[in-house]
């Protein structure tokens, strides 16, 4: 994030290492509960600014870049950044790093990268013991896929539940029995 963007105060350094991450994960202030506690409250369902980007990303996707841009830069200018004077070809990869900015840690993520058709590599943060592992999953990855609940599938005998789900229940009873 860039220093003169007002979303990084929600990011406070630990106070022993100065870093923005601490034994238990990243420092985050941007939700909190109406008695001030932080991490406990509820967030917002529906945003004007992540309306902004939606647009933004869809007019992008239809090469309809000036639109795309003012929608953007509605969202940029609010939180203290200059307008976006990237190239077009360059806007969609800026929109997406934009919603990950704005709407961090409020599940949008999984969404966007499964719209996207794009592939989660995860890797180690120098430094830190919690997340040292490597996790990559493929674009279009059934793990990717949440199952389908039980209650509606046995509602429309259609459905079928994921492979991976389907897999995982078998082995449970086979192991039971």
Known sequence: MEDKDIRKTQFPKDSETNDYISETGYLTTKIHSRNNEM????FNMLRGSEMYLIIAELAADKQHYDVAKEALNVVRIARGLDKYSGTDAG????IQQERRRELFAEGHRL????????????????GHDLWTSQLDL???SDRFELPIPQAEIDANGELTNNRNYTICILLIIKNIQ
């Open 91 to 94: 806007l969609a990869d800026e």
């Open 111 to 126: 969404f966007d990268m499964k719209r996207r058709g794009l592939a989660l590599t995860r890797t180690g943060v120098d």
């Open 39 to 42: 991490g406990q409250g509820s």
């Open 138 to 140: 493929p674009a279009g």
